[in-house]
Structure formats: C-alpha cells, structure tokens
C-alpha cells in the first residue's frame, strides 16, 4: 500500500508538462536566438575588443547571427501553424513569448548594442539607450499579446519577428548614426503602437516564408562577398523597411471594406423594412 505523499515512478507525466510538436519548433525558436547572441558576441564584439579577425570573419560572423534571427522567425511561423493543425500543450502560449523575447528581444537588442559599440564609443550610450528601448518594447508587446483581445486576423502593433528584422536591416544598412538611431526607435514604437499588422495565415504565411528565404540568400551573398553582395543586402534591407510601412494598410483596407460591407448590409436592411 503506498503511503501518502510517495511519488509513484509509473505515473504518467502530466500532460500540462508534455512538449508537442509545436513546442519542439518554438523551443528551437528560442535556441536560434541564444546562438545569434553567441555568434555576435564571439564574431562581433570580442575581434572589436581585441583588434583581431579581419573583416571578412567578422561579416560572416554577423551574417551568421541574423541568419539565425530570421531561422527563428521560420520555427515561429511553423509553430503556429502545427499548433492549430495538430495541438499545443498547455504551456505553447508561454514557451512562445520567453522563446519570442530571447530571439526577438534580446538578439536583435543585442546586435543593436554591438553595433554601436563597433561605431565608436562616443555613441555607445545612446545605441545602449537604443537597445533598451527594442527590448522593453518587446516585453511590453508580448505582454499586451497575452492579455488583450484582437480583431480576429491582425495583430496590434508590428508583430516581434517582423520588428526585430525590421532592426537589425536598419544596422545592416549602415545609414549615419543619427538616422538610424530614430529609424529604430521608430520600429520600437511601431511595436507598441495600434497600428494593425494581418496575421500571416495562408498566402500570407507563403509569401512570408518566401521573403524570409530570400533574405537568407541575400545575406548569404554578402556574408561570402559574391559579385554584387553588398548591393543585394543594401536592397533587400531597404525593401524590409518598405514593407513594415506598406503592411499596416493591408489591414486598414480590409477595416475600411469590412466597415462599407456593414453599411451597405445596414442600408439594404432599412430599405427592406
């Protein structure tokens, strides 16, 4: 007779506490994103630090940590939608938000923070200041995503993934210090504002998936200096700028047309009585 409070080792896990396959796919999110501090710390920082590594160690290493950003941003998309084919634990919504802030929040803060400090040291409290500002816009998106309700279909405020590579083109970039300084607190309050961005469910997700590949390649075409590389990035980062402006009026033309349908509905029902 087993006595009170002895555990027995053939009872099943709680099933709060099993990991889906959706969860596997978030938790690999979050593991893109610690290694993309790895790689800008070890690639970036200390070769700055120490005056070693030539320019070309360095530009991979950088292209390797934003490579990761956007492999998490892929594992994030897929993870939603396994989720809702399939299933997610109990703990999928939490076990997304702590995987969210360490590749969204803190990478992409991170990378901003090197980046200035790679500038030059006159700069370095203002890009830390900067940096601060990405990731508490982070934390406070994530939580206001767990907590309020949403029209159905769009997100409030830019979404983390789309904010955080939003970030880190504006680095890529290389724009005067001070223009991009505002760009990124301008993503940072983007993130926090109530500019509607659509969800990415069906085509949506594709073309999503597709320009995530496409930035892959592009990066991979500056990381190892292909004929033209240089150019490419420069384009695919100001197009990633482009679209974070463009996407919020997606979904404030479907608003406008949802609200048209209701009037038109609403007069064709007074006419009727």
Not at 18 to 34: E, H, K, P, W
Not at 40 to 56: E, K
Not at 167 to 175: D, F, P, R, T
Request: charged residues 15%; aromatic residues 8%; proline residues 5%.
């Amino acid at each position: 007779m087993r006595e009170i409070g002895e555990i027995d080792e053939d009872d099943d896990m709680p099933l709060s506490t099993r990991l889906s396959i959706a969860d596997t796919l978030t938790l690999s999110n979050a593991t893109c994103g610690f290694l993309a501090v790895y790689f800008t710390t070890t690639g970036v920082l200390i070769p700055h630090l120490t005056h070693s590594g030539d320019a070309g160690v360095v530009r991979n290493n950088a292209a390797t940590a934003v490579l990761l950003m956007l492999l998490a941003s892929v594992f994030d998309l897929f993870d939603g939608l396994v989720a809702r084919k399939l299933r997610s634990s109990a703990m999928g919504a939490e076990l997304d938000n702590l995987s969210d802030l360490i590749s969204f929040g803190l990478a992409p803060a991170y990378f901003v923070l090197v980046w200035g400090m790679v500038v030059g040291d006159v700069h370095e409290p203002l890009s830390a200041l900067a940096a601060i500002t990405v990731l508490l816009a982070v934390v406070l998106r994530l939580a206001r995503f767990s907590c309020v309700v949403t029209p159905d279909g769009v997100f409030q405020g830019m979404p983390s993934p789309f904010g955080a590579l939003t970030v880190v083109s504006i680095v890529l970039l290389q724009l005067p210090f001070t223009p991009t300084l505002m760009a990124i607190i301008g993503v940072a309050w983007l993130m926090v504002s109530r500019v509607e961005y659509p969800k990415p469910r069906g085509p949506l997700a594709g073309a999503m998936l597709c320009w995530i590949l496409l930035s892959m390649a592009l990066l991979a075409a500056w990381a190892f200096d292909a004929p033209g590389g240089e150019l490419l990035l420069q384009t695919g980062c100001s197009l990633q700028l482009v679209l974070g402006a463009v996407i919020p009026l997606f979904a404030t033309a479907r608003r406008v047309n949802a609200f048209r349908d209701h009037r038109r509905e609403a007069r064709a029902g007074t006419t009727r009585v």
